[in-house]
């Protein structure tokens, strides 16, 4: 039986490889001191690995941006712009693929997120130039260096369907014209790796999701020619974040040695899988959660394994992580600052390691190890903890009506009073919460956070940095004015830190993208709302002026998105907490005087689950979340809303079932073009497209916008036209800010006049 993860994070317990990779792209180190860095980690894990007793290493999920970059490398499918001549790849062109090149005016390649996880990825481009031709320098390289320390070397590859699949078509080709001469590019590959390699797991994610004939037919032909390459040495074709379910027959008809299912978010799948599967395949059960932080039910685990020995036999059987490691941080030992109880029942990728081999253990040896004792003791005592199980809150979520989860009155009715409230022009402009955070206002917050400054100091700052920004919104004569937000590091983090049932970590940091990291919050407990959260800021700042005020919050969906969260209740009852203390902030708001009151989700689409069949449900309690939190105001207040992406399309109905008076989204990027899904729908409410894009420092000019505008108003009426930026403004410098809103503004006036 054996033990293996499927990867491992790769950015060190202290981020050393992010803290490296910016020395080396700032020119302060050069590459050998980049490389040794790498190599270090990569010994290091392995080490972590075998010493926790995997018997097998995952090689080549280690990567200096991202595998599939990597992977794009590897098979040579490099963009024509980057003037690759077929010789191997440096890393100055591998690292202008990823982040573009500035000074001679080459775009990076576009970034994605990878499945539904918070992990993007480079998205690979199929033209017809595409070369495809083998560039394997370092897989090699690494599956020789772990094979001269002693390890089983056991190489990591995106499949190649999944890397089809993943991929976009340019200039007219289509991604499967290239299947062929791609496997042959991964058949000599495999056959250079598969001497010195115990496994080689390919990794075929898109086997949980819905995927086209095409795909179906492909799989087959290129598993064929695959398993003659590895002449012998044993495939494990993996499938990760959810159930093979309709393409489990096409995984199990593939001429693969191992197949692995994801256990954690497909645990139902085994009985089929077990009655299905073929004499000689052995069946990798990753049992230990690679996309949460919480300790593995180790009996139930064990459980799960005895089942599968009733059909196979032992050595038929892998135990393993769920998915990749990637997504956990590294290791909960070092998280000194967390209460240790709540310490207790987590497990990050070092302890991960340690549950699986304790499950192989516990399967083959008479007596138990120690850690499943210990771990049956955390799990009991989590189980019953009083923060975990709040009664105030649970008896809240019993008492919900459905009125509350409705406006007193239809949009027609409540625009009629807030148009009468408001007096608000034509074309009203606003922003969408934040202003530059200048170094300034983080440096106030870090000394309030380390203690070095008193509360009241620190809420003078603020108090003033928010004067300064309503000064310059009136100056701007924007119309709806905000505050700036210059009290908050994130938006889901400012909520998590005043929420009962959250908690976080020092270092638990998570890559989301190249050297980026996030640290998402923890829900351990049953959530609500100890006190206010922001009516003082807001009120502070309504006070400084006779506009309007937009209040700020996070919505449900989007703290739930971007936290790591309990699975010990289901999600949608987790949102509905969470839902439910933001109500509470918005009731409060409106008693101060708020009279608007925006609700961001940036998280609405990207939490939607892989599988179509399951997008409607998922749609139903989220947007049924947005509209717990806003309903409770009365007709006069006006309700915002804002998502930052531009595909609508597929959750239209959605986005209008919100009933959000104003909503704002991206918009500029795609030229207005998005519009037209609000116009095919007949979106009822008022609408503010994004004028500008606010990721780079570039002012619009006035005509730019104002030609934006005319096109947004072909599908707009013109009386639920609002005027705003695509997002907030906390990355941007106050010069350019304040000359594109001046822009912004002019461009509204102009229009007015016409109408
Ligand atoms: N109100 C937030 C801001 O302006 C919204 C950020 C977002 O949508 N990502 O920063
Ligand atoms: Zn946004």
């Excluded at 990878?114 to 199929?126: A, K, M, Q, T």
């Excluded at 516990?362 to 190890?369: K, T």
């Excluded at 309030?448 to 700052?461: D, M, P, Q």
């Amino acid at each position: 039986m054996n033990a293996h993860v499927l990867g491992f994070p790769r950015m060190g317990v202290n981020r050393e490889l992010k803290w490296t990779l910016e020395k080396y792209w700032r020119g302060e180190i050069q590459e050998n001191e980049l490389l040794s860095t790498a190599d270090q980690l990569k010994k290091h894990h392995w080490e972590l690995q075998s010493k926790a007793g995997m018997d097998l290493i995952a090689i080549g999920d280690f990567s200096l941006y991202d595998h599939v970059l990597d992977t794009l490398a590897m098979l040579g499918a490099i963009p024509q712009r980057f003037g690759w001549d077929g010789t191997l790849l440096d890393l100055e062109t591998y690292f202008q693929m990823a982040r573009g090149d500035v000074e001679q005016s080459i775009p990076a390649m576009e970034m994605t997120k990878w499945f539904d996880s918070n992990y993007h990825y480079i998205v690979p481009e199929l033209s017809r130039h595409t070369p495809f031709k083998k560039n394997n320098g370092q897989l090699l390289a690494d599956v020789l260096m772990a094979k001269d320390l002693g390890y089983s070397p056991k190489p990591v590859l995106v499949g190649p369907i999944t890397f089809l699949m993943l991929a976009k078509e340019v200039d007219g080709s289509t991604r499967w014209d290239h299947l062929e001469r791609m496997t042959t590019v991964y058949c000599d590959i495999l056959s250079e790796l598969a001497p010195h390699s115990a496994w080689i797991q390919i990794d075929e994610p898109i086997l949980c999701t819905d995927i086209p004939e095409e795909a179906r037919t492909a799989f087959p032909f290129a598993y064929a020619k695959l398993k003659a390459a590895a002449k012998g040495t044993p495939l494990l074709l993996t499938s990760y974040f959810g159930e093979l379910d309709d393409n489990l027959d096409l995984a199990l008809s593939l001429p693969i040695n191992g197949l692995h299912i994801d256990m954690v978010r497909g645990p139902d799948q085994l009985t089929t899988v077990l009655s299905r599967i073929p004499p000689n395949l052995t069946l990798s059960l990753g049992l230990v959660d690679g996309r949460n932080i919480w300790k593995t039910d180790l009996e139930a685990a064990s459980h799960t394994l005895n089942t599968a020995r009733q059909t196979l036999a032992t050595d038929q059987i892998m135990v393993g992580s769920s998915c990749s490691l990637l997504h956990s941080p590294v290791d909960i030992t070092v998280e000194e600052n967390l209460d240790p109880k709540l310490r207790d029942w987590m497990a990050f990728a070092v302890q991960k390691c340690d549950e699986i081999a304790a499950l192989k253990q516990n399967m083959l040896e008479s007596a138990p190890p120690r850690l499943i004792k210990e771990n049956k003791a955390a799990l009991e005592a989590r189980a019953i903890h009083a923060d975990v199980m709040d009664s105030a809150t649970r008896n809240r979520i019993q008492a919900l009506t459905p009125e509350m989860y409705t406006r007193t009155s239809p949009f027609a009715a409540r625009s009629l009073v807030q148009r009468a409230r408001f007096k608000l022009p034509l074309f009203p402009t606003t922003t969408i919460g934040s202003y530059p955070q200048t170094s300034e206002i983080r440096k106030t917050r870090l000394k309030f956070k380390k203690g070095e400054i008193s509360e009241s100091t620190y809420t003078t700052a603020m108090q003033s940095h928010i004067a300064t920004v309503v000064d310059r919104q009136e100056e701007l004569d924007l119309d709806v004015l905000v505050h700036g937000e210059p009290e908050r590091n994130d938006m889901v983090e400012y909520f998590g830190q005043q929420l009962k049932g959250f908690c976080f970590t020092s270092n638990g940091w998570v890559q989301s993208y190249g050297s980026r990291c996030v640290k998402p919050p923890i829900i351990f407990g049953d959530v609500s709302r100890p006190e206010k959260m922001t009516v003082a800021w807001a009120d502070h700042a309504q006070k400084l002026t006779d506009k309007p005020l937009k209040g700020m919050l996070t919505g449900p969906v989007t703290i739930l998105c971007w936290s790591f969260v309990r699975n010990d209740i289901p999600r949608s009852e987790v949102c509905q907490q969470i839902a439910l203390a933001i109500r509470d902030e918005v009731l409060d708001l409106e008693s101060a005087g708020i009279g608007i009151i925006q609700i961001d989700e940036a998280a609405l689409r990207e939490g939607m689950p892989l599988r179509h069949n399951e997008h409607e449900h998922y749609l139903r309690w989220a947007v049924d979340c947005f509209r717990l939190t806003s309903s409770g105001v009365k007709d006069t207040t006006q309700i915002h809303s804002h998502m930052c992406y531009s595909e609508f399309n597929v959750i239209m109905k959605s986005i209008a079932e919100m009933d959000a008076d104003v909503i704002s989204i991206e918009a500029s990027r795609s030229g207005m073009d998005l519009l037209e899904a609000f116009k095919a729908y007949q979106y009822p409410a008022e609408i503010g497209p994004g004028v500008y894009d606010i990721h780079s420092p570039r002012v619009p000019s006035t005509d730019e916008i104002y030609s934006l505008l005319q096109k947004a108003l072909t599908v707009i009426p013109p009386e639920r036209l609002w005027i705003n930026p695509d997002c907030g403004l906390k990355t941007r410098d106050w010069p350019e800010t304040l000359e594109s809103l001046k822009n912004m503004v002019s461009a509204a006036k102009r229009l007015r006049k016409e109408y």
